[in-house]
């Protein structure tokens, strides 16, 4: 393979603080994978003279950071740190001391927030205080890390270009014109400390010509998280495809090919990689504040092997050498089993309002809990049952393993019994509800005990350390149960109305708002919903949403309405009163703003209306796009 020389790691320690013992471990593990550089997403974590507003036990010293650099040089490890100083800014933002520095300060809408409503993620480049203050910020990091590179961030910038300061610029120079001197900026900076910049490079998809205009010596971090079959889909911009390292090449432009550490796209983006001339590469590991590292060394660990050319072809011997390398001295079988878990992907569907409005599910979810149930089991028969050395215990790791497996499949079974609810009081179908309650029952005693597991091996892993977002996720499954048996304990069946709405949604990563407005033929009108809907599965465009309608009301019409961030499809409406009347689409009496096929909705088939502007690109550069809504009115009459 010509890969580079470069092979890193990230570790996220913004979202997840981590004890000294757990980074070492990592360290350890990343070492003896073949890694020689790790990347340290730190944000605010570390406490300095010039940003002492942090909690001793949410921050790093200096003192501490030095004993991280000594750990990892012994290990070989270069240590690099990531400071963003422009979006992902939230964790500087929400002191007092450096809120005056957001770019929605005041009453100002955000791209994904309303006038009020904002949160602070992004900060203001037109403001001589931003770079002041993260001048000094990075220059006092900068001295506790040996390596000649500095990462500071500037990905996925949301909020750009809107306050009274920044909207002339964009005037005379464009979005693109702000960025880009912002990028010169923090070039110049590193350059005077002795530092090559590194950085991500996402938002030059919004601003194409902009990346001609910087400097050569810049390092891009180019990360695409998808299967790429063979050039990659671009991110939240239309998702537009392009050969991008063929055009860095040509500019003469040095980067790094950023992957996750999820087995496809580590397969799939080291083979289009290896077709050019990156510096090396690199990957990424975020958001791990739910659980502990431990699920993720295996899976760092055989991308480590793969840039090495261990196994390249047979992922599943290269993972069950990676367990071998982890966990020690195990049993084929244990390795072969944690393989095949980590190889099955297990995202937690989202259960919010699902007592209230839910997505029918998918086809295959059975199938993926049949799945994710004997994996579960199955690390339990081969794991190794004691260990001298907790660290090294394969038990640890398949604890881990179980847990991740056993909450999707929880999620999954709480859906699945949100649907039987919802068809009972639909009049859809009826369920014995005695038994419907006892099984919510079992899921809210599952979800208590899960969480138990789950802090005890928070414990063995990152001892003394809070976890608000562990416990937020709980809270939440916690929440859904109560109100589902609530809800149950109540139902009748024919008790609500029901409508069903079949979204397409082909871009799932940009951020269109629906609004779902039913008018009743007594006159009455009300807003049933208003989000921004998208799948549980990210890959599939039509999904389809069902909403309660009160009982004894009969809709007239629905309106549906769009505005934000790239357009949203919608291919049929259709409703059903409590007392079991269909009411179907028959005319369309309204259609304002941008309105494609309106008659289609008219016809349950796969041709869609689509609502809004599609072009995400021109939303982005004219923030103005993003608040036109435009809407079609559906008639509805009884079958």
């Known amino acids: 393979m010509s890969l580079g020389t470069i092979r890193a790691f990230q570790l996220d320690l913004a979202r997840q603080i981590e004890t000294l013992p757990a980074v070492f471990r990592f360290f350890d593990v990343a070492a003896a994978a073949g890694f020689n550089m790790c990347i340290l997403y730190l944000e605010d974590r570390i406490k300095t003279a010039s940003y002492p507003y942090s909690a001793d036990i949410d921050s790093y010293s200096p003192a501490q950071i030095a004993e991280i650099v000594a750990y990892a040089g012994k290990l070989g490890l270069e240590l690099v740190p990531v400071v963003s100083n422009l979006g992902h800014t939230e964790r500087f933002l929400r002191h007092p001391q450096l809120a005056h520095l957001a770019e929605l300060r005041g009453n100002i809408a955000g791209r994904f927030s309303k006038a009020g409503h904002a949160s602070y993620n992004a900060v203001c480049p037109s403001l001589p205080e931003t770079?002041?203050?993260?001048?000094?910020?990075?220059?006092?990091?900068?001295?506790?890390?040996?390596?000649?590179?500095?990462?500071?961030?500037?990905?996925?910038?949301?909020?750009?270009?809107?306050?009274?300061?920044?909207?002339?610029?964009?005037?005379?120079?464009?979005?693109?014109?702000?960025?880009?001197?912002?990028?010169?900026?923090?070039?110049?900076?590193?350059?005077?400390?002795?530092?090559?910049?590194?950085?991500?490079?996402?938002?030059?998809?919004?601003?194409?010509?902009?990346?001609?205009?910087?400097?050569?010596?810049?390092?891009?971090?180019?990360?695409?998280?998808?299967?790429?079959?063979?050039?990659?889909?671009?991110?939240?911009?239309?998702?537009?495809?392009?050969?991008?390292?063929?055009?860095?090449?040509?500019?003469g432009i040095r980067y790094l090919a950023s992957t996750n550490v999820r087995v496809t796209n580590v397969e799939s983006f080291t083979a289009y990689a290896d077709r050019y001339r990156p510096l090396g590469m690199f990957a990424t590991l975020w958001e791990q504040e739910r659980m502990p590292l431990t699920t993720f060394h295996i899976l760092v660990a055989q991308a480590g092997l793969l840039w090495q050319g261990v196994e390249p072809d047979n992922p599943p011997a290269r993972l069950a050498k990676a367990v071998k390398l982890v966990c020690g001295d195990v049993s084929d079988a244990f390795a072969e089993t944690c393989a095949q878990a980590l190889i099955f992907e297990a995202p937690v569907p989202s259960l919010a309002d699902a007592v209230r409005s839910l997505e029918m599910p998918h086809a295959d979810t059975l199938q993926k809990t049949a799945w994710r149930t004997y994996l579960a089991g199955r690390l339990g028969e081969t794991s190794p049952k004691t260990a001298v050395n907790d660290h090294a215990a394969g038990s640890l790791y398949a604890d881990a393993l179980r847990y991740t497996l056993a909450l999707p499949s929880l999620s999954a079974r709480i859906h699945t019994l949100a649907v039987r609810l919802f068809d009972l009081r639909t009049g859809e179908r009826g369920c014995d509800t005695d038994a419907l309650l006892r099984d919510l029952n079992d899921c809210a005693a599952q979800i208590q005990d899960l969480r138990a597991d789950v802090l005890s091996l928070w414990e063995r892993c990152r001892e003394g350390l809070p976890h608000p977002a562990l416990d937020a996720q709980y809270d939440a499954l916690a929440r859904t149960a109560d109100a589902l048996i609530a809800a149950a304990r109540s139902a009748q069946f024919a008790e609500a109305g029901r409508l069903d709405l079949r979204f397409f949604l082909p871009d799932q990563h940009g951020a269109?708002?629906?609004?779902?407005?039913?008018?009743?033929?007594?006159?009455?009108?009300?807003?049933?919903?208003?989000?921004?809907?998208?799948?549980?599965?990210?890959?599939?465009?039509?999904?389809?949403?069902?909403?309660?309608?009160?009982?004894?009301?009969?809709?007239?019409?629905?309106?549906?309405?769009?505005?934000?961030?790239?357009?949203?499809?919608?291919?049929?409406?259709?409703?059903?009163?409590?007392?079991?009347?269909?009411?179907?689409?028959?005319?369309?009496?309204?259609?304002?703003?941008?309105?494609?096929?309106?008659?289609?909705?008219?016809?349950?088939?796969?041709?869609?209306?689509?609502?809004?502007?599609?072009?995400v690109q021109r939303a982005i550069l004219y923030p103005g796009v993003s608040v036109e809504e435009s809407s079609v009115t559906v008639r509805l009459q009884a079958e």
């Open 131 to 251: 770079p002041a203050f993260f001048d000094r910020y990075i220059t006092e990091v900068a001295a506790l890390f040996p390596s000649p590179y500095f990462h500071v961030g500037l990905d996925e910038v949301w909020d750009m270009g809107l306050c009274e300061l920044c909207r002339p610029r964009v005037e005379r120079d464009g979005l693109g014109g702000i960025f880009r001197e912002h990028v010169l900026h923090s070039h110049a900076l590193l350059k005077s400390l002795g530092k090559t910049m590194l950085m991500w490079d996402d938002l030059f998809e919004s601003f194409p010509d902009v990346i001609e205009q910087i400097p050569r010596d810049i390092v891009m971090c180019t990360w695409y998280y998808g299967y790429i079959d063979r050039y990659p889909d671009g991110h939240f911009n239309n998702r537009r495809r392009e050969d991008v390292f063929a055009k860095y090449d040509r500019l």
């Open 512 to 615: 269109a708002f629906t609004r779902v407005d039913v008018a009743y033929t007594d006159g009455s009108r009300a807003t049933l919903a208003e989000s921004c809907f998208k799948s549980y599965n990210l890959d599939v465009p039509y999904f389809t949403r069902a909403f309660l309608l009160p009982c004894g009301k009969t809709p007239a019409s629905v309106t549906l309405s769009v505005r934000g961030y790239g357009g949203c499809g919608f291919s049929y409406v259709e409703a059903r009163t409590s007392d079991g009347v269909r009411c179907l689409p028959c005319a369309i009496s309204q259609a304002d703003g941008r309105v494609e096929h309106p008659a289609w909705l008219l016809i349950d088939d796969t041709r869609p209306c689509y609502l809004g502007e599609p072009d």
